[in-house]
């Protein structure tokens, strides 16, 4: 197999990095796409062509690797695709290896003699119009996927000359030949709406003859407080207090694993989530109950970040550019992180040692475990214990609006959904309000 040279496996890390790929991942990033370069080099594909992508897979799909496996594969080499359309042309020429180079000289396969056009403008045109109206980067990391195998279905045409018959026989293809779901094509809906808007500059028009996903409407998985406790029980710290606190205040996952230091208030008894959903912040009361949990852990935090700091070592992760606006904050208590992860993250170009947030992958690994382990005849995510929090809320005749205030739901009729979870309670008698 094909070893890697130095300088293009530490561009890798430095890439990784700046698009967020989690510390736990970047050694399985690294081997696939080692193993892409060995197949793209016995199979004398060009390691820059998205086709070469998608006969890697069906290659791993024909070994009988797992779904999961095979995404995380596509996540790895999607990465490596992406670090070479954010370089200059003679920098990417530094990266990419020797034989590549002999190969594609001799075979005349390089990007520039293959049939398809060269996208990589438009991804690094794609990350520019992302990062100036302040969208995630799991929003980045979704347009990105969904352009990519548009691109691979119009076989890397030139850009400028589609059409909206490009996109409607695209959303057509995915309803009828990959049978996704109706969220899955509206999600790449709206990736090329913003892909022919504001990357390409040009009309979308009318969409029409478009053969739809079918829309269902799945009542949420609610689990009783018997079941929750039982999985909790079945639980190590911080996980168990994880999950308590996604029942106990309704938080998405992320939204939990994001928690600072200074986002916990003991003397309001008030959560505060910050950037949730939608860039939206909101305020939770704290469980009464976890209090003294939730201080034990701030304890261990503590102890945690001044090891951190008698090692040196440049303080956590933060957002945006608060770095640059406080400069000191990344090694100050408040910011550190409620859940931090196990190790610290090196950051190669920098030369930096920095911490992040326990990984999502790790939380419901563990929820997993614990439901398996506690009996839970239901399918149940880390996502359920906040549908469990409105359902019982809700059962306990509070109002919807103050219930949608709570989740951070932006309209009421996506709260809604949970007045299917609970028994409606009725009076069948008529009476007089003059007789209650």
């Keep these: 197999m094909i070893a890697l040279p130095e300088k293009l496996t530490q561009a890798f890390n430095a890439h990784m990095v700046k698009s967020g790929v989690p510390a736990p991942l970047q050694s399985h990033f690294r081997k696939w796409l080692r193993f892409y370069v060995d197949f793209c080099h016995k199979y004398r594909h060009p390691y820059s062509d998205t086709d070469s992508l998608q006969l890697f897979l069906q290659k791993l799909s024909d070994k009988g690797q797992p779904q999961k496996l095979r995404v995380q594969a596509q996540e790895a080499v999607e990465v490596y695709l992406q670090m070479l359309a954010t ?36 991804y690094a045109k794609l990350e520019e119009e992302i990062k100036v109206r302040h969208y995630s980067k799991k929003t980045l990391q979704s347009y990105r996927s969904w352009i990519r195998k548009f691109q691979t279905f119009v076989k890397s045409r030139d850009a400028h000359i589609l059409t909206s018959t490009e996109v409607r026989d695209f959303l057509t293809y995915l309803a009828v030949e990959k049978e996704v779901s109706a969220a899955s094509q509206n999600l790449a809906f709206n990736a090329l709406l913003f892909l022919y808007r504001n990357v390409l500059g040009k009309d979308f028009g009318k969409v029409d003859g478009v053969v739809r996903a079918k829309q269902r409407k799945n009542i949420p998985v609610v689990l009783s407080r018997e079941e929750i406790s039982r999985i909790v029980g079945c639980l190590d710290l911080p996980y168990s207090l994880i999950v308590q606190l996604l029942y106990g205040c309704g938080l ?72 640059v606006k406080y400069p000191h904050a990344a090694k100050e208590f408040p910011w550190q992180w409620i859940f931090p992860a196990r190790a610290l993250t090196l950051l190669p170009e920098e030369g930096e040692l920095r911490r992040y947030h326990l990984h999502p992958a790790h939380v419901q690994k563990a929820i997993k475990k614990g439901v398996a382990k506690a009996v839970i005849p239901k399918r149940a995510t880390a996502h359920t214990f906040r549908h469990s929090y409105a359902s019982h809320l809700l059962q306990a ?40």
């Design 87 to 122: 370089k200059e042309r003679e920098q990417n020429k530094t990266l990419s290896l020797p034989v590549m180079q002999k190969e594609e000289a001799q075979t005349g396969t390089g990007a520039q003699s293959h049939t398809g056009k060269d996208w990589r403008w438009i």
């Design 252 to 323: 998405r996952l992320f939204e939990c694993l994001k928690l600072r230091v200074h986002d916990l208030d003991f003397s309001t008894g008030m959560l505060r989530v910050h950037d949730g959903k939608g860039k939206k912040d909101r305020s939770i009361p704290i469980p009464v109950v976890l209090f003294e949990d939730l201080k034990e852990q701030i304890e261990r935090v503590a102890e945690l970040h001044q090891q951190d700091c008698a090692e040196k070592y440049d303080g956590v992760f933060l957002e945006g550019r608060l770095d």
């Design 397 to 436: 005749n509070y109002d919807i609006h103050t219930i949608q205030k709570l989740l951070g739901h932006s309209d009421v009729r996506t709260t809604m959904i949970y007045t299917q979870t609970v028994p409606s309670k009725t009076i069948k008698s008529a009476k007089s309000p003059l007789d209650f």
